[in-house]
């Protein structure tokens, strides 16, 4: 049986932008909103998939995406974003996955503080744990993110947001500044592709060319597509292709899911430039 995995959010934002791309390539998922509109819009994106919606006392938090072809802009709402908390994930719910991912790290303003004791948490339970910090709307980087990529084994920043969290100059800086003997970390760059560092060395994985539509979303897609190659324990150049390739399919369509791969689109894209190169 392939690995599962969860990514348990209550916003708009969560599902549409993280959750649809996992779901397309072969995970389960639990989240939380207050909207029930909105648990209609998830069943016919994910009409085999169980997704369970609960806490309606709370305003469900939205993001509007701003984009043209020279720039993008996130305009959100908090809404529940802002009130999940570590406490809110017991471990009877953690025990039934393999792996455990957050997203938007510095909107999560109650998760944060215990966000490192949620990864350890899951990782005696046997979870695999990534990360993804999103970009700090403070543009304080404060320190603690850091602290808690000790109990974090995948960190999935862009290039500004690992700049900024290490102080480096350069993608590769930054990776050296980060390491800490545990937390694997890959450094997306657009256009560019995206990197990591392996025993001390370099690994680069050029972009896949297409004609972007928009990016919204590319950056979740790009985890969703690592995640399915890492989970079922591929090597780290191939997850990084997967990543790179449902990153490059998502900016094909406009919006933040329209463009993102199923697992035999997936396939077939990466089939296609194999036979091209």
Known sequence: MAPRNVTRARSFEELMETVTPVLSVGSRITFETSNPPLSRISTQKSPQRSVPIRDPTLKTGVTVSISSS?????????????????????????????????????????LRPGCRKLFARAGRLGLTTSLDPGYDP??????????????????????????????AQTPEQSLRLVANGRTLTV?????QGCVAMREGQLLHQ????????DTTGAGDSFNAGFLHAWLRRLDLPDCLRFGAACGALSTLKPGGTGGQPDESELEAFLSKIQIVS
């Open 70 to 110: 020279k720039d993008r802009a996130l305009v959100t709402f908090l809404g529940a974003i802002a009130d999940l908390h570590e406490q809110d994930i017991p471990d009877g719910v953690l025990k039934e996955f393999d792996h455990l991912h957050v997203s938007s790290y510095f909107l999560q303003q109650r």
């Open 187 to 191: 450094v997306k760059l657009g256009s």
């Open 138 to 167: 403070s543009e304080s980087w404060e320190k603690d993110l850091l602290q808690t990529l000790e109990e974090t084994d995948l960190f999935f920043p862009n290039e500004i947001e690992a700049l900024a969290i290490t102080r």
């Open 206 to 213: 050029p972009a896949f060319p297409v004609e972007p539509v």
